[in-house]
C-alpha cells in the first residue's frame, strides 16, 4: 500500500509496525527484508515519486572549515533517496578496513567478519548481482588479459555496477504488491516522542510542507535518512520536552568524515593498446566490471597510511557528449532527474561520429571505449582521517517544517597527503617500468604541502556521524544498531560507520541493514510469541 500525506490522513496504517523513516537505500532494503519475512513495515519517505524542489530545500545548511561543497548533494527527499542519481556502483569494506588500525586509532568494528560477510552475499542477490563474476582473476582470465601485476605496494580490483541502480525502481513490485509494506510519502519525520520510562521511542512526529502535522506510533523505530538527516533529528530537542538519553552520547554528530578526492597528477600514455587492457572497464553477461588500483593493505600496514584508491580519468571532446546521452537515456529508463532533450540532436551527432570504434571495442572486446586524444588525469579517492573537530551542529536558523537547519564544521587532517603522494609514486613507477605511461605528479603532492588539502574536495560520501561502538563512551548505537539509551530506536546507513576505508559506503551500509532487518524480524517474532 502507498499513501500520499499531501492528500491528507492516511487510513488503515498498520499497528504495531517497524516504522523506517527514509526510503533510500538502506531504508528500502531494511524495509523490504522486514516485509519479506512477514513483519508490518511503516515506511516513510519525506520525498514524493519525483524530485521536487520545495522538498529538496530542505536539505540546505551552512557549513565552515574546509569548503564542504555538496551539503545539499546526494542528500535527497524521494522515493529512492540518493539511488536515484547513485552511480550503482558496488563495492564492500574488506576486512582490512574493518578490523583495528591502531596506527590510525581505527577501532575494529564491533562484528565478526564472517557474518557481515554473508550479508554481503545476500546484498548482491538481493540488488540483482548473484549472477555475476565475483573472483577478480576469472574476469582477467574471461578478457585474455594476464592480471596485473604493480608489484606489492599496488593491488587491482574489480568493482560491480548494478543494472537498475534506482532502488525504488527495483524493488517497484515490493513496494506495490507486499501487503505488510506500508509506504507514506511526504512524510517529514520532525520529532521523537519518548514513553514515560524515558527509554522508549512512541511515536514519531511527522509534517507535510502544506502545513499539517500527524503522528505516527510504531513498535520499533528505524531511521534510515542519511548520515547528516539522521544526526540533525536526533540533535532535536524531543517533541514532549523530555530529555533524550542520546542527547549527552560524545560522539553524536562527530567525526563527520567523507571521502577525499583530488587530482593528483596527469597520465601520459605511451602504450595505448597495452593500457586499455588494463584499465578500460569490462562487460560480462549483461554486468560492468570497473578496475581500480588500491595501495595495498600491506602498505599501509607497513607504513602507517590511509586507505586509497586510484583511476584514470580521461577527458575529451567526446565526453561531454556522452555523458549527456548517458543522463538522457537513464532519465527515461530509471525516473531520475529530467534531463531536456533540446540538445539532444547536436549530441547524438557527436557522439555518432564515434560510434563505429565504441561498438567495435564493446561487442567485439567486451570493453569500454576511450579515444586516444584524451586528456587523462591521475585521480584519488582517500580515506579521511577522522577528526572530533570535523562534526556537525544545528544553526538557528529554521527550515518551513519548523526544524533548526544543519550547520556542517568539516575539518581536513592533512596527514592524508602523505598517503597519496606514497601511491602516487608508486604508480609512477609501476607504469614508467612497463613501458605504460609517464605520470607528472602535482608538485605541490610532492612536496607534502599542506595548501595541496585545498585541492581536496568531498565524495558526496557522508559516514560517521552516529558511529557503531561496544560502549556509549565510543559510539551512538551498539553492534545491532540500536541507539544506546534506548529500548527499540535503530540506526541504519553509513552515520554508523566506526571507520571508513576508499569504498563507496552504500553497499557495506546495505548489508548492514539486512543484518538489521533479521535482528528485528526475530523481535517481531518474539513479541508475537508472548503476545
Known amino acids: 500500500m502507498q499513501f500520499d500525506l499531501e492528500a491528507g490522513q492516511p487510513d488503515g496504517l498498520p499497528q504495531d509496525a517497524v516504522c523506517v523513516v527514509g526510503a533510500g537505500a538502506a531504508g528500502l532494503c531494511l524495509a523490504v527484508s522486514l516485509a519479506r519475512q512477514g513483519v508490518k513495515v511503516l515506511l516513510l519517505e519525506g520525498g514524493g515519486q519525483t524530485l521536487e524542489t520545495p522538498a529538496q530545500a530542505l536539505q540546505e545548511g551552512e557549513s565552515s572549515g574546509h569548503p564542504f561543497q555538496n551539503i545539499g548533494v546526494g542528500r535527497y527527499r524521494v522515493l529512492g533517496g540518493s539511488t536515484v542519481f547513485w552511480g550503482g556502483q558496488v563495492l564492500p569494506f574488506d576486512d582490512f578496513v574493518r578490523g583495528e588500525r591502531p596506527w590510525l586509532g581505527c577501532p575494529a568494528w564491533p562484528i565478526a567478519s564472517a557474518e557481515l560477510d ?25 578478457i585474455g588479459v594476464a592480471e596485473p601485476d604493480f608489484g606489492t605496494d599496488i593491488d587491482f580490483l574489480f568493482t560491480r555496477w548494478l543494472r537498475t541502480r534506482n532502488l525504488a525502481l527495483h524493488f517497484r513490485k515490493e513496494l506495490k504488491q507486499l501487503d505488510t509494506l506500508t509506504t507514506v510519502l511526504h512524510a517529514n519525520v520532525c520529532g521523537l516522542k519518548l514513553h514515560d520510562d524515558g527509554r522508549t521511542v512512541r511515536s514519531v512526529q511527522v509534517r ?31 517533541g514532549n520536552g523530555m530529555a ?58 607497513t607504513h602507517g597510511l590511509v586507505d586509497v584508491a586510484s583511476q584514470f580519468l580521461y577527458r575529451t571532446r567526446f565526453s561531454e557528449h556522452l555523458d549527456y546521452l548517458k543522463m538522457f537515456l537513464r532519465s527515461i529508463k530509471e525516473g531520475a532527474a529530467p534531463v531536456s532533450a533540446t540538445h539532444l540532436p547536436r549530441h547524438l551527432a557527436a557522439v555518432a561520429r564515434t560510434a563505429l570504434p565504441l561498438a567495435v571495442r564493446y561487442f567485439k572486446d567486451r570493453r569500454s571505449f576511450k579515444p586516444l586524444d584524451a586528456e587523462v588525469s591521475l585521480a584519488f579517492y582517500c580515506e579521511q582521517m577522522a577528526t572530533a573537530e570535523s562534526r556537525l551542529a544545528l544553526s538557528d536558523v529554521l527550515d518551513p517544517l519548523g526544524m533548526r537547519r544543519l550547520r556542517v564544521h568539516w575539518h581536513i587532517d592533512g596527514r592524508e597527503i602523505r598517503s597519496i603522494k606514497f601511491f602516487a609514486l608508486r604508480i609512477q613507477e609501476a607504469l614508467a617500468a612497463r613501458g605504460l605511461a609517464t605520470v607528472e605528479i602535482d608538485p605541490a603532492l610532492l612536496d607534502e604541502d599542506p ?46 560507520f566506526p571507520s571508513t576505508g576508499f569504498a563507496n559506503p552504500t553497499f557495506t551500509a546495505i548489508a548492514l541493514a539486512l543484518r538489521l532487518a533479521d535482528h528485528l524480524a526475530v523481535e517481531a517474532r518474539h513479541a508475537t510469541a508472548s503476545a
Open 208 to 238: 507535510n510542507l502544506s502545513g499539517q502535522s500527524f503522528e505516527f506510533k510504531a513498535r520499533s523505530f528505524v531511521l534510515a535518512n542519511g548520515t547528516l538527516e539522521m544526526a540533525r533529528l536526533l540533535m532535536h530537542p524531543l
Open 451 to 496: 595548501k595541496f588539502v585545498k585541492r581536496m574536495h568531498d565524495a558526496v560520501h557522508q559516514m560517521g556521524t552516529a558511529r557503531m561502538a561496544n560502549h556509549p563512551d565510543d559510539g551512538v548505537v551498539d553492534s545491532n544498531l540500536k541507539v544506546f539509551g534506548t529500548d527499540n530506536l535503530y540506526l541504519a546507513g553509513a552515520a554508523v
Open 118 to 142: 554473508g550479508y554481503f552475499e545476500r546484498s548482491y542477490g538481493l540488488l540483482g548481482l548473484g549472477e555475476a563474476c565475483f573472483d577478480d582473476a576469472a574476469i582477467w582470465q574471461s
Open 244 to 301: 533524550a538519553p542520546w542527547h549527552g552520547l560524545s560522539h553524536l554528530g562527530r567525526p563527520l568524515v567523507d571521502h577525499l578526492d583530488c587530482i593528483g597528477g596527469s597520465v601520459h600514455i605511451t602504450d595505448h593498446p597495452a593500457a586499455r587492457r588494463i584499465f578500460d572497464n569490462v562487460y560480462l553477461k549483461g554486468h560492468k566490471y570497473y578496475p581500480r588500483m588500491r595501495l595495498s593493505p600491506q602498505a599501509q600496514r
